[in-house]
């Protein structure tokens, strides 16, 4: 088990992380996570716990949730002004946080509208293909997607309301997992209310960025807030859900007792560590420095001629269009890992098949946090250029060339050298950068 740990450590340390949905924890989220915290079982909620020995845990659980209010802020602005919002810190990540707000707010076989995956939406908002109920959201729910604009990349929001006059869902939801733009909630809203859905914004993503100002704020217009607390908002790895105060009991009672048992105590812990760092001029400005690396990245890689869904971003998401290169995201992964460079492969609007997409995902967050900026992340899309050109030699005219032969081949000489060689100026790169931050 050592030797794992050590392991990953070393991967972490001497890898450029470029995958949207990772990050690096604080040194103090790290000592919450692996504290005294993960040994109590607390069913319930602060006051109203299962077990004997939760007064602490009540304190703590109290204390994050007063930091989660405070850090977007929701507090009552004066003394007697009754909350407009709740908010529970106890799902476990952000899909079953997600499903808790399902299971709060509809019955089985409501209709549900989410992004389509292929288009940057995220599984748990009722991912299907024609053959499968992918997601549980879908298998419990009838759902059925709205898309982005095959021109321009961006929320179609005349289409999305022609659909959902027709559809009528219960519940329309405004989140992604891979769009780079930002979001226009108060056209939403005016959806929702002329379909009579509840309107719920999954911010995982942009968590983060909301929290620093540097992306709009769902909370004037939803109902529901939902969050991932590791991405942006750079916490331990857990799930958040913001209510309108009217829905306290409808929420808290999804979470427990209906979907889950005791609440993870040592997450709960390291996300109230996280809140208060995020509410800090620092954090404002790694938010600020997240925002200017992502636009540094993509406008050089449009410089190079490469295509970039919505032709560029609003966030920290870079998605790389490489259809007119003729290689799939699963190549470019495959070589970028053997560079010490980690990325994913995503799908983009127009792949109809999630297992073979068509595109890479890139984020800024990670590297952000190492101290990397817009200079930085220029290299970075210099060695991008120089990974793809060695892919497309690589794979040469064989087009249809399956995974496995790619990977075969980057063994053989000439490529297994020029890895090599992009290897150690990735590490060379990374000397100067810690991987842990200090609040």
Known sequence: MAEILAAEE??????????????????????????VLTNKYSEGRPGARFYGGNQHIDT?????????????GLLPAGEGEEPQWG???????????????????????DRIMGLDLPDGGHLSHGYATPKRRVSATSIYFESMPYRVDPQTGLIDYDDLERLALVF???????????????????????IADSCGAYLMADMAHISGLVAAGEAKSPFEHCDVVTSTTHKSLRGPRSGIIFYRSHLKDAIDNAVFPALQGGPHNNNIGALAVALKEANSEAFRNYAKAVKANAKALASSLLDYGYTLSSNGTDNHIVLWDLRPLNLTGSKLEKLLERMHVTANRNTIPGDRNAVAPRGLRLGTPALTTRGLREDDFRWIAT????????????????????LVDFVAAMDQEPYASQLEGMRQRVLDKLSGFPMMHKQ
């Not at 219960?170 to 108060?186: E, N, T, V």
């Not at 793809?388 to 794979?395: D, R, T």
């Open 10 to 35: 070393r991967r972490q340390a001497g890898s450029l992380e470029l995958i949207a949905s990772e990050n690096f924890v604080s040194p103090a989220v790290l000592e919450a996570l692996g504290s």
């Open 60 to 72: 703590l659980e109290r204390l994050c949730e007063r930091r989660a209010l405070e850090l977007f």
């Open 87 to 109: 908010v529970n810190v106890q799902p476990y990540s952000g899909s079953p946080a997600n499903f808790a707000v399902y299971t709060a707010l509809l019955r089985p076989h």
């Open 168 to 190: 009528r869902p219960r519940l329309l939801i405004a989140g992604a997992s891979a769009y780079p733009r930002d979001w226009d909630y108060g056209r939403m809203r005016r």
């Open 383 to 402: 060695l991008l250029d120089e990974a793809v050109q060695l892919a497309c030699e690589i794979q040469g005219e064989r087009q249809g060339m399956k």
